[in-house]
């Protein structure tokens, strides 16, 4: 047994460094921060950038987040194609809902939370692999949410930026952008009325995209501070519902197909970026194939759905189903995930990218 030990010892000493960080590579998700802390030499490359621009260049990681703090999140790797199950650190007697996530944080509402003192929601970062969250301080000129984001986190550690969409006291509509680094809200800047249908927005390319309740597609330049209403495609056709999601750099539209309010189909389009303002239009890209749809169908109680972009595939999960349909928009074939461990159905979906997993802390 002790020549065992110092055989193995040994080889994994002159193991070299590429072929410790592939192996590193294929480790679940979980087993990240266990492994940091086995020796410094670990650590070190865990935190390489060598080791975080071959994390950045892997599959992420698709996320289910549950509403009551009391169930786990769960964790699907399209490595292994399994599920894991991640413990939240929050209190039992909260209310979450996850509003977005970015590089490995999600975005939250949580209510009904007397451990911060308020009865009315209040917005959250978490970090599930560390186990930390930061709570945000109320926003300064927003009076009332309307859409919240998390923006990709920069080049330090430590880093991310919160942005808002809501109605001042005066009722104008403002957006206002929170700084990790400087720990304040600061108007970002106004856009003209509008009502947005869903709190969750994501970040592409420059600009913040929502869906709004005129049945448009709100795209603001966080840059310029710049807003384009975009009119959606297909707007005779009977829909109830509308999802946008971002893969990679892709913006992709989805809407349903509905007959005497039976679902048919999902139509996809993409849209095709030129100057944004000037020149922009959506392509057709994918229709549901009926026998998808049949099982897509049966799998729900009704027309509802939410939608994902993770990596080059399109996530799907119909009402309560425990399973979710993903379609790759890189071989344009359609494909269904195993069905979660537990039966955890009131669920919503957000994409959580691998390599800020490993580097991000809170302070």
């Not at 592939?22 to 030499?41: M, Q, S």
């Not at 169930?71 to 996850?98: D, E, G, Q």
């Not at 106004?190 to 049945?215: H, P, Q, W």
């Not at 303002?277 to 057709?284: I, R």
Request: net charge neutral; charged share 20%.
């Amino acid at each position: 047994m002790g020549a065992l030990k110092i055989c193995r010892e040994t080889v994994w000493s002159n193991l070299p460094e590429h072929l410790m960080e592939r192996v590193l590579e294929c480790l679940p998700v979980d087993c990240f921060f266990r492994f940091r802390a086995v020796c410094r030499g670990l650590n070190v490359l865990f935190s390489s950038q060598y080791f975080n621009s071959i994390a950045r260049n892997s599959q992420p990681f698709l996320i289910l987040c549950p509403s009551n703090t009391q169930l786990p999140l769960l964790i699907y790797s399209f490595f292994t194609r399994t599920w894991r199950t991640i413990p939240l650190s929050l209190p039992h007697n909260c209310l979450i809902n996850f509003r977005g996530s970015s590089s490995g944080l999600l975005l939250a509402d949580i209510s009904a939370n007397f451990w911060f003192g308020y009865n009315s929601p209040m917005l959250c970062v978490c970090n599930p692999l560390t186990q930390t969250c930061s709570t945000l301080p109320e926003t300064v000129s927003v009076s009332r949410i309307m859409a919240k984001a998390i923006l990709p986190v920069g080049n330090k550690r430590n880093e991310y930026t919160v942005m808002v969409v809501g109605m001042s006291s005066t009722g104008k509509v403002l957006v206002e952008a929170y700084n990790s680094t400087t720990k304040a809200w600061k108007v970002a800047g106004s856009i003209r009325d509008v009502v947005i249908r869903n709190e969750s927005m994501f970040f592409c390319k420059g600009y913040l995209f929502c869906v709004t309740a005129t049945e448009g597609i709100m795209a603001y330049n966080v840059e310029q501070g710049i807003t384009t209403t975009m009119a959606i495609p297909n707007a005779d056709v009977h829909n109830l519902w509308t999802r946008l999601a971002c893969c990679k750099s892709r913006v992709v539209l989805v809407r349903t197909i509905e007959e005497n309010y039976s679902l048919k189909g999902l139509i996809m389009w993409e849209l095709v970026f030129h100057e944004m303002a000037k020149d922009c239009k959506w392509e057709e890209i994918e229709r549901m194939p009926c026998s998808v749809c049949e099982k897509f169908r049966r799998s729900s109680n009704s027309n509802w759905f939410e939608c994902v972009g993770v990596g080059d595939e399109i996530c799907f999960r119909a009402n309560e189903s425990m399973e979710i349909l993903v379609y790759d928009l890189s071989t344009s074939s359609w494909n269904w995930l195993t069905k979660f461990p537990t039966d955890l159905r009131y669920v919503s979906m957000r994409c959580l990218p691998l390599e800020i997993m490993i580097g991000t802390e809170f302070s």
